[in-house]
């Protein structure tokens, strides 16, 4: 077998799925434990500490495509990971359980989500995202993170004696089992997309659209893994935050730290297609949660078919 070759592409793939699988298993058992012993809800440990780990791999592939390849790479993972985490990930977690949204998450985090959204369409629209909007989005991360903070710190501060008292104690055994969760699912993610980006760069497709495909959805695996498991265990409050919390650091973070390092240029095709993509995606999922406050698996149907008619219209 040699190096590059199909079969070992094959493995690098097969091996990547194993590995997400058993990351993700571990990662939402510490991140639960951890969330009892420190009175967090899981659907804040979703949106900062899980959601925050998982968009490692969007942070890796940007960076390194945007400084080796292109920025192309960079932009189309993120754009199409974010579109990926609404209509893949929480279709799919919803199809096995509806997912009961949580009223913080909505009146908090939603917001932001919608507010990265429209910055990112609204400093791409002009062709180029550069240093100036680079900081712009990195600031709102500032913000965005100081509001989370505020609302932690708020929800230790409720914590009674009597109901400290009740809560385990925090094992490092459980920051293990999260960090071995997130190394797993971060090289996973890394398998899967070396192994499908080198087939498809085979059959001679374009940077872009491996961005906005196998490196978006090799990306969102990790997101999806995690969700997934969380349905199934009936932690929708996980499954939400998660996404949404991904969203956000999808764009303020991993952009904006890209823009800064290096300018982002953005293709008319992007801005034709992609962008109003990811807006109505958006759109889409804020209405679903302000009309119901769940996400059913009617939703999670039309959230999955939409997300497969997307990837349809992208084929070249």
Do not use: C, H
């Not at 993700?24 to 639960?32: P, W």
């Not at 791409?124 to 991360?141: E, F």
């Amino acid at each position: 077998m040699l190096p590059g070759s199909p079969l070992a592409e094959l493995l690098l793939i097969v091996g990547g799925v194993a590995l997400l699988y058993v990351g993700a298993e571990l990662l939402v058992a510490g991140a639960r434990d951890l969330a009892l012993a420190v009175g967090l809800k899981a659907s804040t440990v979703g949106v900062t500490v899980v959601a925050f780990a998982t968009t490692a791999p969007e942070l890796f592939v940007s960076l390194l495509g945007a400084v080796t390849v292109s920025t192309d790479i960079g932009l189309g993972a993120i754009v199409g990971s974010n579109i990926a985490n609404i209509g893949l990930v929480l279709g799919v977690s919803a199809l096995i359980r509806p997912l009961e949204v949580s009223d913080t998450v909505f009146r908090r985090d939603v917001p932001f989500m919608v507010l990265a959204a429209l910055l990112l369409v609204g400093l791409g629209w002009d062709g180029r995202i550069g240093l100036v909007d680079g900081v712009v989005l990195l600031v709102t991360l500032v913000a965005f993170t100081a509001a989370v903070l505020r609302r932690v710190q708020g929800n230790q501060s409720a914590i009674t004696d009597s109901e400290r008292d009740e809560m385990p104690d925090a094992k490092g055994r459980d920051v293990a089992i999260v960090v071995a969760g997130i190394t797993a699912l971060v090289l996973g993610s890394r398998w899967l997309i070396d192994g499908s980006e080198s087939l498809l760069a085979a059959a001679g497709f374009s940077d872009i659209f491996i961005g906005l495909t196998v490196l978006a959805l090799g990306t969102s695996l990790p997101e999806l893994a995690a969700s997934v498991v969380a349905a199934v265990r009936g932690e929708a409050e996980f499954s939400v935050g998660n996404v949404v919390g991904s969203n956000i650091y999808n764009i303020l973070a991993v952009i904006g730290i890209v823009a800064v390092v290096t300018p982002i240029r953005v293709a008319p095709s992007v801005r034709g297609f992609e962008f109003p993509a990811l807006l109505a995606f958006t759109a889409v999922i804020v209405g679903i949660m302000a009309y119901s406050e769940r996400i059913t698996r009617i939703d999670g149907a039309v959230l999955t078919v939409g997300y497969g008619v997307f990837v349809y219209l992208l084929l070249p």
